[in-house]
Protein backbone atom coordinates (compact mmCIF):
# COMPACT_ATOMS: atom_id res chain seq x y z
CA UNK A 1 0.00 0.00 0.00
CA UNK A 2 1.56 3.53 -1.26
CA UNK A 3 1.93 5.82 1.34
CA UNK A 4 2.73 9.78 0.68
CA UNK A 5 2.68 11.73 3.88
CA UNK A 6 3.52 15.59 3.49
CA UNK A 7 4.58 17.70 6.53
CA UNK A 8 6.17 21.11 7.40
CA UNK A 9 3.48 23.27 6.10
CA UNK A 10 1.78 26.07 8.26
CA UNK A 11 1.49 29.95 8.36
CA UNK A 12 4.55 32.23 7.45
CA UNK A 13 4.84 36.35 7.09
CA UNK A 14 5.25 37.21 3.57
CA UNK A 15 9.60 36.70 2.97
CA UNK A 16 9.80 33.88 5.27
CA UNK A 17 10.84 30.57 4.42
CA UNK A 18 9.36 26.86 5.03
CA UNK A 19 10.27 23.25 4.38
CA UNK A 20 8.08 20.81 2.92
CA UNK A 21 8.96 17.11 3.26
CA UNK A 22 6.95 14.24 1.75
CA UNK A 23 7.67 10.90 3.05
CA UNK A 24 6.80 7.68 0.76
CA UNK A 25 6.32 4.11 1.81
CA UNK A 26 5.14 1.11 -0.24
CA UNK A 27 7.39 1.77 -3.32
CA UNK A 28 10.59 1.21 -4.52
CA UNK A 29 11.56 5.13 -3.89
CA UNK A 30 14.34 5.63 -6.49
CA UNK A 31 12.11 4.50 -9.32
CA UNK A 32 9.87 7.16 -8.87
CA UNK A 33 10.00 10.41 -10.11
CA UNK A 34 8.35 12.91 -7.38
CA UNK A 35 6.79 15.98 -7.46
CA UNK A 36 5.15 18.98 -5.65
CA UNK A 37 1.82 20.60 -6.91
CA UNK A 38 -0.40 23.14 -5.49
CA UNK A 39 -3.85 24.51 -5.34
CA UNK A 40 -5.62 27.40 -4.03
CA UNK A 41 -8.94 27.70 -3.29
CA UNK A 42 -11.06 28.85 -6.57
CA UNK A 43 -7.92 27.72 -8.56
CA UNK A 44 -6.73 24.95 -10.80
CA UNK A 45 -3.57 22.07 -9.26
CA UNK A 46 -0.69 22.89 -10.66
CA UNK A 47 2.90 21.87 -10.93
CA UNK A 48 5.03 23.15 -8.60
CA UNK A 49 8.72 21.55 -9.04
CA UNK A 50 9.79 18.11 -10.09
CA UNK A 51 12.41 15.74 -9.71
CA UNK A 52 13.35 12.81 -11.75
CA UNK A 53 14.79 9.83 -10.53
CA UNK A 54 18.40 11.24 -11.92
CA UNK A 55 17.85 14.53 -9.83
CA UNK A 56 16.84 16.53 -12.74
CA UNK A 57 14.91 18.94 -11.64
CA UNK A 58 12.28 21.25 -12.97
CA UNK A 59 9.88 24.12 -11.57
CA UNK A 60 6.92 27.05 -12.18
CA UNK A 61 8.15 29.96 -13.39
CA UNK A 62 6.27 31.54 -10.35
CA UNK A 63 8.74 30.16 -7.78
CA UNK A 64 12.35 29.84 -9.73
CA UNK A 65 14.98 31.33 -7.54
CA UNK A 66 12.68 30.99 -4.76
CA UNK A 67 12.08 27.14 -4.46
CA UNK A 68 14.34 24.48 -4.27
CA UNK A 69 13.11 20.37 -4.30
CA UNK A 70 15.28 17.84 -3.43
CA UNK A 71 15.21 14.19 -2.92
CA UNK A 72 16.76 11.64 -0.26
CA UNK A 73 16.72 8.12 -1.57
CA UNK A 74 18.04 6.71 1.63
CA UNK A 75 15.21 7.81 3.73
CA UNK A 76 12.20 7.66 1.00
CA UNK A 77 11.58 11.34 0.95
CA UNK A 78 11.65 14.07 -0.95
CA UNK A 79 11.70 17.95 0.33
CA UNK A 80 10.72 20.98 -1.02
CA UNK A 81 12.68 24.05 0.37
CA UNK A 82 10.58 27.52 -0.01
CA UNK A 83 12.20 30.72 0.64
CA UNK A 84 11.32 34.54 -0.11
CA UNK A 85 7.06 33.06 0.39
CA UNK A 86 4.59 35.59 -1.12
CA UNK A 87 1.00 35.99 -0.29
CA UNK A 88 0.20 34.23 -3.76
CA UNK A 89 1.90 31.16 -2.60
CA UNK A 90 -0.46 29.98 -0.55
CA UNK A 91 -2.09 26.70 -1.32
CA UNK A 92 -2.10 23.22 -0.43
CA UNK A 93 0.86 21.47 -1.33
CA UNK A 94 0.53 17.69 -2.37
CA UNK A 95 3.66 15.32 -2.94
CA UNK A 96 3.18 13.09 -6.65
CA UNK A 97 4.47 10.13 -7.12
CA UNK A 98 4.89 8.92 -10.98
CA UNK A 99 6.47 5.67 -12.61
CA UNK A 100 3.97 5.62 -15.36
CA UNK A 101 1.45 3.84 -15.56
CA UNK A 102 1.44 4.01 -11.59
CA UNK A 103 0.50 7.48 -9.86
CA UNK A 104 0.12 8.60 -6.22
CA UNK A 105 -0.90 11.40 -4.08
CA UNK A 106 -0.08 12.59 -0.57
CA UNK A 107 -3.25 14.23 1.74
CA UNK A 108 -1.48 17.55 1.27
CA UNK A 109 -0.38 20.12 3.60
CA UNK A 110 -1.67 23.83 3.92
CA UNK A 111 0.90 26.90 3.56
CA UNK A 112 -0.78 29.93 4.59
CA UNK A 113 1.81 32.89 3.85
CA UNK A 114 0.46 36.08 5.41
CA UNK A 115 0.62 39.18 7.68
Given at each position: ??????????????????????A??????????M???R??????????A??????T???A??V?G?????????????YL???S??P?????????A???????W????????S?
Amino acid sequence: QVQLVESGGGLVQPGGSLRLSCAASGITFSWYAMGWYRQAPGKQRELVAGITRGGTTNYADSVKGRFVISRDNAKNTVYLQMNSLKPEDTAVYSCNAKRVPAEDWGQGTQVTVSS
